[in-house]
């Protein structure tokens, strides 16, 4: 009996991130180690990173960003449930911390996912591969949904979903990373669904 065939899909995130990351990356695509790349529309290369792209012909999707940095939306001019006073994202953990206990309008999670879209546009010149989640935001109660709707309503069909099994069994990893690891796979778990609903493809790692 033939086996099903399985595509490999092995994407490079932090595309934008700072020149030597983006470097190490454009490396391992020519070289065959990876065959894609995440775009961070807001980090501090963005627009090299997608020149390189372009030189190149990588592949290349979004890396969708509500954690680390500053907006690319609406909330860049004024108070947002998704910045600090500062004007900066919350951080990996405060985000979580925030959707967990409600104080986040979902509202100004879809302007800023459409603000980086549409950045990525203006960056590529077209809709990207696939979307998925800085630090796994697109997996978040509430966010999960919001992030599909806006994926279907721009006709993107792929994304990721960060399900490791067993992962609470990898004695080797320290309390805290096993922690966040388990609750990674917890949230991939229930947006399976509202993924499905809205006629996205996933991939897991």
């Known amino acids: ?17 700072c020149p030597r990351r983006d470097e190490g990356i454009v490396e391992a695509f020519l070289a065959g180690a990876v065959t894609s790349a995440s775009l961070l529309v807001n980090g501090a290369a963005a627009e090299s990173a997608a020149e390189l792209a372009r030189r190149h012909q990588i592949p290349t999707g979004l890396h969708a960003n509500l954690s680390e940095g500053r907006p690319m939306g609406p909330a860049r001019r004024g108070a947002s449930s998704l910045l600090s006073p500062e004007g900066f994202f919350l951080g990996k953990m405060g985000f979580r911390e925030a959707v967990a206990a ?3 309008a979902l509202s ?6 459409e603000a980086q879209l549409s950045r990525f546009q203006e960056l590529l ?32 069909r792929f994304t990721r ?4 099994r067993g992962i609470g069994s990898c004695t080797w990893l320290e309390a805290p990373a096993r922690a ?4 990674v796979a917890h949230d991939a778990r229930a947006a399976a669904g509202p993924f499905s609903r809205r006629g996205l493809r996933i991939y897991s790692p």
């Open 161 to 164: 979903l960060p399900l490791e």
């Open 125 to 156: 010149g077209g809709n990207p591969t696939h979307v998925d989640g800085h630090q796994h935001v697109h997996v978040l109660p509430g966010v999960c949904q919001v992030f599909a709707e806006a994926l279907q309503a721009h006709g993107v």
């Open 1 to 17: 009996m033939a086996w099903p065939r399985v595509r490999l899909v092995i994407t490079a995130d932090d595309f934008g991130y």
């Open 102 to 104: 409600g104080d986040v």
């Open 180 to 183: 966040f690891a388990c609750a």
């Open 108 to 113: 100004q999670v879809r302007e800023e996912l």
